[in-house]
T-cell receptor, first 115, second 116 residues
């Protein structure tokens, strides 16, 4: 069975600073996807960034980047130049490639960006 | 383009009462998902539809939960009777059918259910 672990329930960062959210996962599969989703307070969840496990290059989307360590089964999210609008719950998620499109989520990290 | 629409946004009921949630997916999305998100947890899949067919309902507690997706568009998730432990946010998501190796899921705002 696949599991996703986020060991940081809450984090805080000053505006314009950089913060890294941690995620580890466990799977015996070799072909899969990893995601970071953002869930702002009382708003819908949106996809922040995606990483294909077969790609060695770390994904980047503007101020968001990941550090994907396949051997260590680690998938951290770095947010640069943090903005007040980044305040949200962040979920790490896993999906087996070619399977049922089923997302398995971690328990989330609540990020607060302080002015 | 309109996103996934869910109603109601909030619902408070007493235990043993029935409750229903409604979801309208993004136009053209043939796959629809219902997730349950308990407080302090990540979402967990309850059921997935491909058009009208429920293709994965292994996590749906079938003794009290039911779902339908008539005509392959809107969907309704029902709980009868509700229990205290059903208090959670119920999320609906949809994804398109396409040539991608995976289909991105787009989430609705959820329905927050409180069972007293």
């Amino acid at each position: 069975a696949q599991t996703v672990t986020q060991s940081q329930p809450e984090m805080s960062v000053q505006e314009a600073e950089t913060v890294t959210l941690s995620c580890t996962y466990d799977t015996s599969e070799s072909n899969y996807y990893l995601f970071w989703y953002k869930q702002p307070p009382s708003r819908q969840m949106i996809l922040v960034i995606r990483q294909e496990a077969y790609k060695q290059q770390n994904a980047t989307e503007n101020r968001f980047s990941v550090n994907f360590q396949k051997a260590a089964k680690s998938f951290s999210l770095k947010i640069s130049d943090s903005q007040l609008g980044d305040t949200a719950m962040y979920f790490c998620a896993f999906m087996i490639r070619g399977a049922t499109n089923k997302l398995i989520f971690g328990t989330g990290t609540l990020l607060a960006v302080q002015p | 383009e309109a996103g996934v629409v869910q109603s109601p946004r909030y619902k408070i009921i007493e235990k043993k009462q029935p409750v229903a949630f409604w979801c309208n997916p993004i136009s053209g999305h043939n796959t629809l998902y219902w997730y349950r998100q308990n407080l302090g947890q990540g979402p967990e899949l309850l059921i997935r539809y491909e058009n009208e067919e429920a293709v994965d309902d292994s996590q749906l507690p079938k003794d009290r939960f039911s779902a339908e997706r008539l005509k392959g568009v809107d969907s309704t998730l029902k709980i009868q009777p509700a229990e205290l432990g059903d208090s959670a946010v119920y999320l609906c998501a949809s994804s398109p059918e396409g040539a991608l190796p995976y289909n991105e899921q787009f989430f609705g705002p959820g329905t927050r259910l409180t069972v007293l």
